[in-house]
């Protein structure tokens, strides 16, 4: 009997080796699927990234582009608009040199023209600034000079230089005043 024990010992024991050996090569090909396909999961990642950064990339330069472009015709529907309004001082001048012309031909044609360029300037929201009889104020305003007034409040504007002007309510170019002082 106790051949028989040990052989059957032995084939329970051959068994259980090959179970093991049968259970190695299953855990290895799972481990082998797993990495195939973790491998082909790291390529699809890896080309995403490629196909990112050449996006960025091109929207990086398109914006450069486009921002260039912006810059050097930010100003091209505002020439486009002064441009009937140098016409027209040309016509002015040519008209002034002939002999025939009168004053009031000439006058009304700088008129015509000043009128022009002020409606040119409102469109693009340009605003004068005539800031005469108001109180001074120095964030829009710039003092030539002070005199003593008794017709004035004291730091009032009593009468313009030079016209300001404000772009989009920004000031562009303060006004020069002069400015009222208490009369002595």
Do not use: C, W
């Amino acid at each position: 009997m106790s051949t028989t024990n040990a052989q059957n010992e032995a084939v329970e024991s051959n068994e259980n080796v090959a179970q093991q050996s049968n259970e190695q090569a299953s855990v290895e090909q799972d481990v082998q699927a797993l990495l195939v396909e973790a491998q082909a999961q790291a390529a699809q990642h890896f080309d995403s990234l490629l196909r990112l950064q050449a996006d960025m990339e091109n929207l990086r330069r398109r914006t450069e582009r486009e921002i260039d472009n912006a810059k050097k015709f930010a100003l091209e529907r505002f020439i486009n608009d002064l441009i009937p309004v140098l016409d027209s001082m040309e016509m002015g001048l040519q008209a002034s040199n002939q002999a025939v012309n009168e004053q009031d031909t000439i006058r009304q044609g700088l008129e015509m023209t000043l009128k022009m360029f002020q409606d040119v300037m409102a469109r693009f929201h340009v605003e004068a600034v005539d800031p005469t009889g108001q109180s001074f104020n120095p964030q829009e305003h710039e003092a030539m000079t002070m005199q003593p007034s008794k017709e004035h409040e004291p730091n009032t504007v009593m009468f313009t230089v030079q016209k300001g002007y404000k772009l989009h309510g920004r000031v562009v170019r303060p006004a020069r005043v002069v400015v009222s002082s208490a009369a002595a």
